[in-house]
């Protein structure tokens, strides 16, 4: 993505900018919160349903690994006595997220909170993609959180209330090779998020979208899992601790996403490192693509063109 040169002096300017996107800050809640978090039982939605439990909501954490789910949700049981119940859910079944979500509401009484959590990771040259990579990243990365919207956002209207996060990408913000079909999927999320949220404010329902850098989840040992598999993939760990020098813990993550929620906050990037690239591609676009070129070269071994356009 970015090299530290790049970076440097772009933080604090970068602590002001972060500090004008956030839009009607409000005090963190009080009272227990109803949530889903999809893709619960691992990585990013684990620390996020934990978190959640830990400050008193309701969670339930669904995932396409039942047994998975089910062992998080009796964890968060036994520390926290009612606060978590656990579903099998896969969000390419559009019926089958439908469902779980109107559950929820129709025992707890509403939704407040509905984290679009699961995803995919797809890894390789645009040349390696084929159509299969295409169309599991489209059905999971996308479609899934197309689902989750479909499902809450008209209870949230009816409510008058709630608020969806999609988990997005550092790479749906900036130029990010070698994972292209990832990479669309997640752009993709970060504009439905922000799209939505334009329509939804005016009905009392927030929307929020979260782009992290890498982060310290099993998603880095799965890449292109049941598909073909490339050197990219294989290697996704390794490259991306070269790419950002240490992965972001997922507890860490859950913390910012928390405090991203209590503030409204409309686009949630986390590590500092992240929301310096996205600075960085936002205000000099030019230095951005530079730079995601020379990582792919440098992954790839690729020779630096006479002619960079």
């Known amino acids: 993505m970015f090299d530290s040169v790049a970076a440097q002096g772009t933080a604090r300017a970068l602590r002001a900018e972060h500090r004008g996107i956030r839009t009607e800050r409000k005090e963190?809640?009080?009272?227990?919160?109803v949530a889903v978090v999809t893709g619960g039982a691992s990585g990013i939605g684990h620390a996020l349903a934990v978190a959640l439990a830990a400050r008193g909501d309701v969670v339930t954490v669904a995932d396409?690994?039942?047994?998975?789910?089910?062992?998080?949700?009796?964890?968060?049981?036994?520390?926290?006595?009612?606060?978590?119940?656990?579903?099998?859910?896969?969000?390419?079944?559009?019926a089958a997220v439908a469902g779980l979500i109107q559950s929820v509401k129709d025992k707890r009484g509403r939704v407040?909170?509905?984290?679009?959590n699961a995803g995919i990771s797809i890894g390789g040259t645009a040349e390696e993609h084929t159509l299969d990579h295409w169309n599991r990243a489209i059905d999971v990365n996308l479609r899934g959180v197309v689902h989750g919207v479909l499902a809450a956002y008209p209870i949230m209207l009816e409510q008058g209330f709630g608020h969806i996060i999609n988990t997005a990408s550092l790479a749906g913000l900036v130029p990010s090779p070698l994972k292209i079909a990832y990479t669309a999927t997640k752009h993709a999320v970060v504009g439905l998020s922000l799209g939505l949220r334009?329509?939804?404010?005016?009905?009392?329902?927030?929307?929020?979208?979260v782009c992290p850098g890498y982060v310290d989840t099993p998603l880095l040992d799965n890449v292109n899992r049941g598909l073909p598999q490339t050197a990219d993939g294989a290697h996704a760990r390794e490259r991306a601790i070269k790419l950002q020098g240490k992965l972001y813990l997922p507890e860490h993550l859950a913390r910012d996403v928390l405090r991203g929620i209590d503030r409204n906050?409309?686009?949630?990037?986390?590590?500092?490192?992240?929301?310096?690239?996205w600075w960085i591609a936002r205000f000099t676009p030019s230095l951005a693509l530079r730079s995601a070129?020379?990582?792919?070269?440098?992954m790839?071994?690729?020779?630096?063109p006479r002619h960079v356009a």
């Open 28 to 33: 963190p809640a009080t009272m227990p919160r």
């Open 265 to 277: 906050q409309a686009v949630i990037v986390g590590p500092t490192y992240a929301r310096v690239a």
């Open 64 to 94: 396409i690994d039942e047994q998975a789910a089910e062992t998080v949700a009796k964890d968060l049981r036994a520390r926290h006595p009612g606060r978590a119940e656990g579903a099998a859910l896969d969000v390419q079944d559009a």
């Open 300 to 304: 790839r071994s690729v020779p630096e």
């Open 293 to 298: 070129a020379k990582n792919f070269r440098e």
């Open 112 to 116: 407040d909170l509905v984290f679009n």
């Open 198 to 209: 334009s329509e939804a404010a005016s009905h009392g329902v927030q929307v929020s979208v």
